[in-house]
């Protein structure tokens, strides 16, 4: 069993930034990837951005530019640096952590941005 823990959201003005964290209780080594989702009232859980154990990084058509995923190995941790935020990405946001043979959620974290 692994155990996922988000922490870093709340609530910001828009155009301003917020880090979100995500650690995740198992060696680096057996994690595949890692990801961040996030889910809005109303509407289904769609993918922010994602990193691989080599690095690879894939982001959503809307965030792009504005958000960056980046993983400390050494910490089992990655983060998400949001920058620029608009109300629109204004949701709950899951950390999902892949190893083999299944993915581990968070229990989410808000990030409201007001107008």
């Known amino acids: 069993q692994v155990q996922v823990v988000e922490s870093g959201g709340g609530l910001v003005q828009a155009g301003g930034s917020l880090r979100l964290s995500c650690a995740a209780s198992?060696?680096?080594?057996?994690?595949?990837?890692m990801g961040w989702y996030r889910q809005a009232p109303g509407k289904q859980r769609e993918l922010v951005a994602g990193?691989?154990?080599?690095?690879?990084?894939n982001y959503a058509d809307s965030v792009k530019g504005r958000f960056t995923i980046s993983r400390d190995n050494a910490k089992n941790t990655v983060y998400l640096q949001m920058n620029s935020l608009k109300p629109e990405d204004t949701a709950v946001y899951y950390c999902?952590?892949?190893?083999?043979?299944?993915?581990?959620w968070g229990q989410g974290t808000q990030v409201t941005v007001s107008s």
């Open positions: 999902n952590v892949q190893v083999f043979p299944r993915g581990y």
């Open positions: 198992t060696s680096i080594a057996r994690i595949n990837a």
């Open positions: 990193i691989t154990s080599s690095g690879n990084r």
